[in-house]
C-alpha cells in the first residue's frame, strides 16, 4: 500500500463528506457539482485498487490477510458510488445526507486498509 494515496482518498472522502453535509443543512439535493466531487473521490479509490493489485501482484502481502484486503478495497471503491446512486432516488436534502454517510464510510475503510496491510508499515 501506498499510504499517502490511503491518506489522500480517506481525506478527500472526508472533503466530500463535508460538502454533502453543508448540502444537507442548506435543504439541498445532491446535485450535478456533487457528482462531479463524487467523481473524482470514486476516481481516486479506483486508482487505490489497482495499485493495491499491483502491490499485490508484484509479492506485496497484507498483514491481516489478502482475502478481507480485497474485500475492503473493492468496498471503498464502491461505497461512494451506491450512495450516489441513491441520492438519484432520493431528490431531497435526504440524498445529500446519504452522500455524507458513504464518504464517511469510505474515510473509516480508509483507515481500516492501513491497518489492514501492517499498520503504515509498507
Known amino acids: 500500500m501506498i499510504d499517502a494515496l490511503t491518506w489522500v482518498v480517506?481525506?478527500?472522502?472526508l472533503?466530500?463528506?463535508?460538502?454533502?453535509?453543508?448540502a444537507t443543512l442548506r435543504d439541498q439535493p445532491t446535485?450535478?457539482?456533487?457528482?462531479?466531487?463524487?467523481?473524482v473521490v470514486s476516481l481516486l479509490a479506483l486508482v487505490q485498487l489497482v495499485v493495491a493489485f499491483?502491490?499485490?501482484?508484484?509479492?506485496?502481502?497484507?498483514?491481516?490477510?489478502?482475502?478481507?484486503?480485497?474485500?475492503y478495497q473493492l468496498g471503498a471503491?464502491?461505497?461512494?458510488?451506491a450512495?450516489?446512486?441513491?441520492s438519484l432516488s432520493e431528490r431531497t436534502r435526504w440524498?445529500?445526507?446519504t452522500v455524507a454517510a458513504g464518504a464517511i464510510v469510505l474515510a473509516v475503510l480508509e483507515v481500516r486498509l492501513i491497518d489492514i496491510w501492517g499498520g503504515g508499515h509498507g
Open 15 to 22: 472533503a466530500l463528506a463535508l460538502w454533502c453535509g453543508y
Open 54 to 71: 499491483v502491490r499485490l501482484g508484484g509479492g506485496g502481502s497484507p498483514a491481516d490477510g489478502t482475502a478481507i484486503f480485497v474485500a
Open 83 to 86: 450512495t450516489g446512486f441513491l
Open 95 to 97: 440524498g445529500s445526507a
Open 31 to 39: 446535485k450535478d457539482w456533487h457528482f462531479a466531487g463524487m467523481a
Open 77 to 81: 471503491v464502491a461505497a461512494v458510488p
Open 10 to 13: 480517506g481525506l478527500a472522502a
